[in-house]
């Protein structure tokens, strides 16, 4: 059974970079046919998807993030992370990692870790 | 990018009722959708792909429809455990999209 667990600092100054790691049991981030995603969750309202990769490298972001946003993957410690730079309180989120799995021709998130929740504040 | 549109943002229902939410995107993606739900405090998990496909696992009691723009889901004898927010996602194009959720609440 797949788990997706994100870690990372809870607190981050304004205009520092936010780091997280999601690491993944059960399955490899470079299992064919899987991609691997990081989506947020601004406190009492939606989702709102950040961007996802593929083990070989591709990677498709949200391009409202774009210009602060790197995605990448660690094959020999099953885990992929998210770095967003010059963050603001507009940061502020609980952040997930889910698994992308493509089924009828398109991308589903499942499952989800548990979320980690991130506040940008001084 | 595509909007997506839920309707209502919360609604209330008792045990054993039938309960139907919409999701209108702002153009056509076919049947390029999926339900999730969200416990309080808990991820979303994926009930429905495909607009119409029941996750494994899930109980028969959820089902959707729809293709194009509108589309629904539709929760039949709601029990207990269902009372959670409800959210569609547009797998059409890039960005991937939400809509705003509905919550399901205990009348």
């Given at each position: 059974?797949?788990?997706?667990?994100?870690?990372?600092?809870?607190?981050?100054?304004?205009?520092?970079?936010?780091?997280?790691?999601?690491?993944?049991?059960?399955?490899?981030?470079?299992?064919?046919?899987?991609?691997?995603?990081?989506?947020?969750?601004?406190?009492?309202?939606?989702?709102?998807?950040?961007?996802?990769?593929?083990?070989?490298?591709?990677?498709?972001?949200?391009?409202?993030?774009?210009?602060?946003?790197?995605?990448?993957?660690?094959?020999?410690?099953?885990?992929?992370?998210?770095?967003?730079?010059?963050?603001?309180?507009?940061?502020?989120?609980?952040?997930?990692?889910?698994?992308?799995?493509?089924?009828?021709?398109?991308?589903?998130?499942?499952?989800?870790?548990?979320?980690?929740?991130?506040?940008?504040?001084? | 990018d595509i909007q997506m549109t839920q309707s209502?943002?919360?609604?209330?229902?008792?045990?054993?009722?039938?309960?139907?939410?919409?999701?209108?995107?702002?153009?056509?993606?076919?049947?390029?959708?999926?339900?999730?739900?969200?416990?309080?405090?808990?991820?979303?998990?994926?009930?429905?792909?495909?607009?119409?496909?029941?996750?494994?696992?899930?109980?028969?009691?959820?089902?959707?429809?729809?293709?194009?723009?509108?589309?629904?889901?539709?929760?039949?004898?709601?029990?207990?455990?269902?009372?959670?927010?409800?959210?569609?996602?547009?797998?059409?194009?890039?960005?991937?999209?939400?809509?705003?959720?509905?919550?399901?609440?205990?009348?």
């Amino acid at each position: 059974q797949v788990q997706l667990q994100e870690s990372g600092p809870g607190l981050v100054k304004p205009s520092q970079t936010l780091s997280l790691t999601c690491t993944v049991s059960g399955d490899s981030i470079s299992s064919v046919g899987y991609y691997w995603s990081w989506i947020r969750q601004h406190p009492g309202k939606g989702l709102e998807w950040i961007g996802y990769m593929y083990y070989s490298g591709t990677i498709f972001y949200n391009p409202s993030l774009r210009s602060r946003l790197t995605i990448s993957g660690d094959t020999s410690k099953n885990q992929f992370s998210l770095k967003l730079t010059s963050v603001t309180a507009a940061d502020t989120a609980v952040y997930y990692c889910a698994r992308v799995v493509y089924s009828s021709g398109r991308g589903w998130f499942d499952p989800w870790g548990q979320g980690t929740l991130v506040t940008v504040s001084s | 990018d595509i909007q997506m549109t839920q309707s209502p943002s919360s609604v209330s229902a008792s045990v054993g009722d039938r309960v139907s939410i919409t999701c209108r995107a702002s153009q056509d993606i076919s049947t390029w959708l999926g339900w999730y739900q969200q416990k309080a405090g808990k991820a979303p998990k994926l009930l429905i792909y495909a607009a119409s496909i029941l996750e494994s696992g899930v109980p028969s009691r959820f089902s959707g429809s729809g293709s194009g723009t509108e589309f629904t889901l539709t929760i039949n004898s709601l029990q207990p455990e269902d009372f959670a927010s409800y959210y569609c996602q547009q797998a059409t194009s890039f960005p991937l999209t939400f809509g705003g959720g509905t919550k399901v609440e205990i009348k």
